[in-house]
Protein backbone atom coordinates (compact mmCIF):
# COMPACT_ATOMS: atom_id res chain seq x y z
CA UNK A 1 0.00 0.00 0.00
CA UNK A 2 1.56 3.29 -0.74
CA UNK A 3 1.35 5.92 2.07
CA UNK A 4 -0.71 9.07 0.30
CA UNK A 5 -2.23 12.59 2.20
CA UNK A 6 -4.77 14.53 0.67
CA UNK A 7 -4.51 17.92 0.91
CA UNK A 8 -6.78 20.30 1.94
CA UNK A 9 -10.60 20.09 0.19
CA UNK A 10 -10.70 23.94 -0.15
CA UNK A 11 -7.62 26.19 -0.08
CA UNK A 12 -7.13 29.95 -0.64
CA UNK A 13 -5.23 31.07 -4.01
CA UNK A 14 -1.96 32.39 -2.16
CA UNK A 15 0.63 31.42 -5.55
CA UNK A 16 3.62 33.89 -5.82
CA UNK A 17 6.40 34.12 -8.08
CA UNK A 18 6.45 35.87 -11.77
CA UNK A 19 8.82 34.63 -14.87
CA UNK A 20 8.75 36.62 -17.67
CA UNK A 21 7.60 36.12 -21.04
CA UNK A 22 10.51 34.36 -22.58
CA UNK A 23 9.95 30.94 -20.22
CA UNK A 24 8.24 29.13 -21.76
CA UNK A 25 2.98 19.23 -27.51
CA UNK A 26 0.13 17.61 -27.25
CA UNK A 27 -1.46 14.31 -28.11
CA UNK A 28 -4.03 14.03 -30.85
CA UNK A 29 -7.14 12.50 -29.78
CA UNK A 30 -7.58 11.20 -33.53
CA UNK A 31 -5.82 7.64 -33.08
CA UNK A 32 -5.43 7.76 -36.77
CA UNK A 33 -3.43 10.99 -36.77
CA UNK A 34 -0.14 11.65 -35.80
CA UNK A 35 0.16 14.32 -33.13
CA UNK A 36 1.01 17.61 -35.29
CA UNK A 37 2.59 19.63 -31.73
CA UNK A 38 5.45 17.17 -31.91
CA UNK A 39 7.58 17.57 -34.85
CA UNK A 40 9.70 20.81 -34.84
CA UNK A 41 10.95 22.00 -31.62
CA UNK A 42 11.91 25.34 -32.96
CA UNK A 43 8.48 25.78 -34.49
CA UNK A 44 6.20 23.92 -31.90
CA UNK A 45 7.09 22.97 -28.67
CA UNK A 46 7.08 19.00 -30.10
CA UNK A 47 5.50 17.75 -26.78
CA UNK A 48 2.99 15.45 -27.30
CA UNK A 49 1.33 15.73 -25.13
CA UNK A 50 5.32 16.23 -23.52
CA UNK A 51 14.10 24.46 -8.70
CA UNK A 52 14.67 23.43 -5.70
CA UNK A 53 16.62 20.26 -5.19
CA UNK A 54 14.92 17.81 -2.23
CA UNK A 55 16.70 15.34 -0.74
CA UNK A 56 14.73 12.00 -0.76
CA UNK A 57 14.93 11.34 2.73
CA UNK A 58 13.41 15.17 3.51
CA UNK A 59 9.73 16.06 3.98
CA UNK A 60 6.94 14.30 1.93
CA UNK A 61 5.91 17.55 -0.14
CA UNK A 62 2.26 16.53 -0.88
CA UNK A 63 1.53 17.47 2.37
CA UNK A 64 1.89 21.04 1.45
CA UNK A 65 -1.13 23.69 1.26
CA UNK A 66 -1.05 23.96 -3.01
CA UNK A 67 -1.94 27.23 -2.81
CA UNK A 68 0.72 28.66 -0.55
CA UNK A 69 4.15 26.71 -1.33
CA UNK A 70 5.36 27.57 2.13
CA UNK A 71 3.32 26.75 4.66
CA UNK A 72 3.83 22.81 4.34
CA UNK A 73 2.88 20.40 7.03
CA UNK A 74 5.92 18.07 7.95
CA UNK A 75 5.30 14.57 7.55
CA UNK A 76 8.75 12.67 7.84
CA UNK A 77 9.15 9.72 5.30
CA UNK A 78 12.22 7.82 4.80
CA UNK A 79 14.01 7.79 1.50
CA UNK A 80 13.07 4.15 0.60
CA UNK A 81 9.41 5.43 0.84
CA UNK A 82 10.41 8.73 -1.10
CA UNK A 83 12.35 6.93 -3.44
CA UNK A 84 10.27 3.71 -3.77
CA UNK A 85 11.70 0.72 -5.39
CA UNK A 86 9.94 -0.79 -7.47
CA UNK A 87 10.41 -5.07 -7.81
CA UNK A 88 8.35 -4.72 -10.87
CA UNK A 89 10.22 -2.05 -12.49
CA UNK A 90 12.13 -2.93 -16.57
CA UNK A 91 15.55 -4.44 -16.83
CA UNK A 92 17.26 -3.03 -19.97
CA UNK A 93 16.89 -5.64 -22.79
CA UNK A 94 19.77 -6.79 -24.95
CA UNK A 95 19.32 -3.99 -28.14
CA UNK A 96 20.99 -5.24 -31.53
CA UNK A 97 21.21 -2.49 -34.09
CA UNK A 98 21.50 -4.55 -36.81
CA UNK A 99 17.87 -6.16 -36.24
CA UNK A 100 14.55 -3.93 -37.28
CA UNK A 101 12.38 -2.81 -34.80
CA UNK A 102 8.91 -1.56 -34.02
CA UNK A 103 9.11 0.91 -30.82
CA UNK A 104 5.74 1.31 -29.03
CA UNK A 105 4.79 4.04 -25.92
CA UNK A 106 1.33 4.66 -24.55
CA UNK A 107 -0.90 7.87 -23.63
CA UNK A 108 -2.97 7.94 -20.29
CA UNK A 109 -5.77 10.69 -21.61
CA UNK A 110 -8.12 12.06 -19.14
CA UNK A 111 -11.73 11.63 -20.20
CA UNK A 112 -13.14 15.04 -18.60
CA UNK A 113 -11.99 18.41 -19.54
CA UNK A 114 -11.74 20.81 -17.25
CA UNK A 115 -12.02 24.74 -17.49
CA UNK A 116 -9.22 26.14 -14.88
CA UNK A 117 -8.09 24.01 -11.76
CA UNK A 118 -4.90 22.82 -10.01
CA UNK A 119 -3.88 19.06 -11.65
CA UNK A 120 -1.21 17.39 -9.82
CA UNK A 121 0.53 13.60 -9.77
CA UNK A 122 3.55 12.36 -8.20
CA UNK A 123 5.87 10.75 -10.69
CA UNK A 124 8.78 8.65 -11.22
CA UNK A 125 10.03 9.86 -14.95
CA UNK A 126 11.17 7.81 -17.36
CA UNK A 127 14.50 8.76 -19.94
CA UNK A 128 16.91 7.42 -22.56
CA UNK A 129 18.09 9.27 -25.13
CA UNK A 130 15.23 10.44 -27.58
CA UNK A 131 12.37 10.06 -25.44
CA UNK A 132 10.12 12.22 -24.13
CA UNK A 133 8.50 12.08 -20.40
CA UNK A 134 4.98 14.26 -19.64
CA UNK A 135 2.13 15.43 -17.50
CA UNK A 136 0.15 18.16 -19.71
CA UNK A 137 -3.31 19.06 -20.63
CA UNK A 138 -4.53 19.83 -23.93
CA UNK A 139 -7.51 20.65 -25.31
CA UNK A 140 -8.87 17.65 -27.12
CA UNK A 141 -9.79 19.28 -30.48
CA UNK A 142 -6.29 21.27 -30.92
CA UNK A 143 -5.38 18.70 -33.66
CA UNK A 144 -8.08 19.63 -35.88
CA UNK A 145 -6.91 22.40 -37.43
CA UNK A 146 -9.03 25.04 -39.76
CA UNK A 147 -9.11 27.82 -37.25
CA UNK A 148 -9.79 25.21 -33.88
CA UNK A 149 -7.56 26.63 -31.54
CA UNK A 150 -4.60 25.02 -29.70
CA UNK A 151 -4.55 24.92 -25.75
CA UNK A 152 -1.97 23.29 -24.57
CA UNK A 153 0.39 23.14 -20.95
CA UNK A 154 2.92 20.98 -20.95
CA UNK A 155 5.35 19.37 -18.41
CA UNK A 156 8.32 16.69 -19.79
CA UNK A 157 11.46 15.10 -18.87
CA UNK A 158 13.54 14.69 -22.06
CA UNK A 159 15.70 12.21 -23.01
CA UNK A 160 18.99 13.80 -23.19
CA UNK A 161 18.41 16.20 -19.93
CA UNK A 162 16.75 13.99 -17.06
CA UNK A 163 17.94 16.98 -14.60
CA UNK A 164 15.81 19.45 -16.07
CA UNK A 165 12.02 19.86 -16.86
CA UNK A 166 10.33 21.67 -20.19
CA UNK A 167 7.75 23.81 -19.15
CA UNK A 168 5.54 25.18 -22.06
CA UNK A 169 2.31 26.80 -23.62
CA UNK A 170 0.89 26.35 -26.85
CA UNK A 171 -1.39 28.24 -27.90
CA UNK A 172 -2.77 29.79 -31.15
CA UNK A 173 -3.97 27.22 -33.76
CA UNK A 174 -2.57 24.50 -35.68
CA UNK A 175 -1.67 26.16 -38.48
CA UNK A 176 0.14 29.23 -36.67
CA UNK A 177 1.18 27.75 -33.18
CA UNK A 178 2.73 29.96 -30.31
CA UNK A 179 5.09 28.83 -27.59
CA UNK A 180 6.80 29.85 -24.79
CA UNK A 181 9.19 27.14 -23.82
CA UNK A 182 11.70 27.21 -20.70
CA UNK A 183 13.66 24.84 -19.00
CA UNK A 184 14.65 25.01 -15.30
CA UNK A 185 17.20 22.97 -13.92
CA UNK A 186 15.47 20.17 -11.17
CA UNK A 187 18.66 19.63 -9.30
CA UNK A 188 17.86 16.16 -8.99
CA UNK A 189 17.42 12.93 -11.91
CA UNK A 190 13.30 12.96 -12.30
CA UNK A 191 14.06 9.40 -13.18
CA UNK A 192 15.74 7.99 -9.83
CA UNK A 193 12.84 9.18 -7.64
CA UNK A 194 9.13 10.05 -6.97
CA UNK A 195 8.59 14.12 -7.11
CA UNK A 196 5.35 15.81 -6.98
CA UNK A 197 4.74 17.90 -10.59
CA UNK A 198 2.06 20.49 -10.55
CA UNK A 199 0.40 22.85 -12.92
CA UNK A 200 -2.14 25.69 -11.90
CA UNK A 201 -4.55 27.20 -14.55
CA UNK A 202 -6.94 30.51 -13.54
CA UNK A 203 -8.58 32.77 -15.69
CA UNK A 204 -5.36 35.05 -14.20
CA UNK A 205 -2.22 33.16 -14.85
CA UNK A 206 -0.86 29.89 -15.38
CA UNK A 207 1.74 28.08 -12.58
CA UNK A 208 4.11 25.10 -12.81
CA UNK A 209 5.51 23.63 -9.24
CA UNK A 210 7.95 20.59 -8.74
CA UNK A 211 7.80 19.51 -5.11
CA UNK A 212 5.12 21.79 -4.18
CA UNK A 213 7.85 25.23 -5.20
CA UNK A 214 6.28 27.20 -7.74
CA UNK A 215 9.37 27.66 -10.89
CA UNK A 216 7.31 29.36 -13.30
CA UNK A 217 4.13 31.93 -13.55
CA UNK A 218 3.08 33.01 -16.85
CA UNK A 219 0.45 36.19 -16.43
CA UNK A 220 -2.04 38.20 -18.02
CA UNK A 221 -0.85 40.63 -20.15
CA UNK A 222 2.65 39.00 -21.07
CA UNK A 223 3.88 39.66 -25.15
CA UNK A 224 2.36 36.78 -26.14
CA UNK A 225 -1.29 37.00 -24.51
CA UNK A 226 -1.17 32.78 -24.29
CA UNK A 227 -3.04 32.96 -20.66
CA UNK A 228 -5.34 35.10 -22.21
CA UNK A 229 -6.38 32.81 -25.27
CA UNK A 230 -6.24 29.75 -22.90
CA UNK A 231 -10.15 29.43 -23.37
CA UNK A 232 -10.57 26.00 -24.38
CA UNK A 233 -11.54 23.30 -21.17
CA UNK A 234 -8.59 20.29 -21.19
CA UNK A 235 -8.22 17.10 -20.65
CA UNK A 236 -5.00 15.94 -18.25
CA UNK A 237 -2.53 13.15 -19.95
CA UNK A 238 0.37 11.54 -19.32
CA UNK A 239 2.34 9.67 -22.43
CA UNK A 240 5.80 8.39 -22.81
CA UNK A 241 6.81 8.20 -26.71
CA UNK A 242 10.03 8.84 -28.53
CA UNK A 243 10.67 12.17 -30.83
CA UNK A 244 11.99 12.41 -34.23
CA UNK A 245 13.85 15.92 -33.34
CA UNK A 246 17.57 14.78 -32.04
CA UNK A 247 18.20 18.60 -31.32
CA UNK A 248 15.90 18.57 -28.89
CA UNK A 249 16.00 14.84 -26.80
CA UNK A 250 18.83 13.88 -28.18
CA UNK A 251 19.12 11.12 -30.68
CA UNK A 252 16.69 8.45 -30.60
CA UNK A 253 18.02 4.44 -31.40
CA UNK A 254 16.08 2.27 -29.26
CA UNK A 255 19.47 1.64 -26.55
CA UNK A 256 18.50 1.27 -23.16
CA UNK A 257 15.05 0.84 -23.52
CA UNK A 258 11.89 -0.80 -21.63
CA UNK A 259 11.72 2.07 -19.76
CA UNK A 260 8.86 3.44 -17.87
CA UNK A 261 7.08 6.37 -16.46
CA UNK A 262 5.77 5.31 -12.98
CA UNK A 263 2.98 7.76 -11.78
CA UNK A 264 1.79 7.28 -8.01
CA UNK A 265 -1.21 9.16 -7.79
CA UNK A 266 -3.16 11.83 -9.20
CA UNK A 267 -5.32 14.77 -7.90
CA UNK A 268 -7.50 17.43 -9.60
CA UNK A 269 -8.90 20.32 -8.16
CA UNK A 270 -11.67 22.75 -9.68
CA UNK A 271 -11.03 26.78 -9.20
CA UNK A 272 -13.71 28.53 -7.80
CA UNK A 273 -13.50 32.38 -9.15
CA UNK A 274 -15.25 33.85 -6.37
CA UNK A 275 -12.96 32.93 -4.11
CA UNK A 276 -9.61 31.91 -6.24
CA UNK A 277 -9.31 29.04 -4.23
CA UNK A 278 -9.24 25.49 -5.04
CA UNK A 279 -11.27 22.54 -4.15
CA UNK A 280 -10.53 18.79 -4.52
CA UNK A 281 -12.58 16.76 -7.15
CA UNK A 282 -10.98 13.81 -7.14
CA UNK A 283 -7.85 11.48 -6.39
CA UNK A 284 -6.51 8.51 -8.48
CA UNK A 285 -4.33 5.94 -6.14
CA UNK A 286 -4.31 3.29 -8.83
CA UNK A 287 -4.59 0.86 -6.32
CA UNK A 288 -7.18 -1.75 -8.31
CA UNK A 289 -5.80 -3.91 -11.02
CA UNK A 290 -6.35 -1.68 -13.76
CA UNK A 291 -7.09 1.80 -15.01
CA UNK A 292 -10.64 3.29 -13.96
CA UNK A 293 -11.91 3.37 -17.36
CA UNK A 294 -14.81 5.64 -16.62
CA UNK A 295 -11.98 8.37 -15.72
CA UNK A 296 -9.19 7.06 -18.03
CA UNK A 297 -8.45 6.28 -21.79
CA UNK A 298 -5.31 4.47 -23.26
CA UNK A 299 -3.79 6.17 -26.59
CA UNK A 300 -3.69 3.90 -29.52
CA UNK A 301 -2.28 6.49 -32.13
CA UNK A 302 1.03 6.80 -34.10
CA UNK A 303 2.98 9.16 -32.24
CA UNK A 304 6.92 10.45 -34.27
CA UNK A 305 9.11 7.23 -33.53
CA UNK A 306 6.18 5.39 -31.84
CA UNK A 307 2.99 3.71 -32.25
CA UNK A 308 0.87 3.50 -28.54
CA UNK A 309 -0.26 0.49 -28.26
CA UNK A 310 -2.93 -0.14 -24.93
CA UNK A 311 -0.89 -2.73 -23.44
CA UNK A 312 1.36 -0.52 -22.37
CA UNK A 313 0.47 1.31 -19.89
CA UNK A 314 -1.04 -1.10 -16.90
CA UNK A 315 -1.90 -0.58 -13.14
CA UNK A 316 0.64 -2.47 -10.72
CA UNK A 317 1.80 -2.63 -7.14
CA UNK A 318 -0.38 0.91 -6.66
CA UNK A 319 1.06 2.22 -9.38
CA UNK A 320 -0.17 3.39 -12.80
CA UNK A 321 3.27 2.56 -15.60
CA UNK A 322 3.44 3.85 -18.98
CA UNK A 323 6.29 2.13 -21.05
CA UNK A 324 8.35 2.45 -23.43
CA UNK A 325 9.62 -0.98 -25.36
CA UNK A 326 10.11 -2.62 -28.84
CA UNK A 327 9.15 -5.72 -30.30
CA UNK A 328 11.64 -6.91 -33.66
CA UNK A 329 10.25 -6.96 -36.84
CA UNK A 330 10.12 -9.91 -38.67
CA UNK A 331 12.61 -10.34 -41.85
Not at 81 to 99: G, I, L, M
Request: hydrophobic fraction near 35%; proline fraction near 6%.
Amino acid sequence: MNIKYLLPFAVAAVMFGCSDDSSTPAAATDPAATDPAATDPAATDPAATDPAATDPAATEPAATDPANPSASTSVNLGPDDYCKVDPAAPSAVAFDATKSYKFYGCELTGRDSYKYGRFEARIKMAATSGTVSSMFLYYDNSYLGEGEKWNEVDIEILGNKPTGMQTNIISGTLEKKVTSEDKPDLGFDATECFHLYGMIWTPEYVAWEIDSVEVRRDSLGMTKAQVEDLTESQSLRFNLWASKTPAWTGAFTGEGLPVEEHIDYVRVYSYDEATKGFNLLWQDDFEGEDLDLNRWAKGNWDMENVKYRTKNIRVENGFAKIRLDFDEVAE
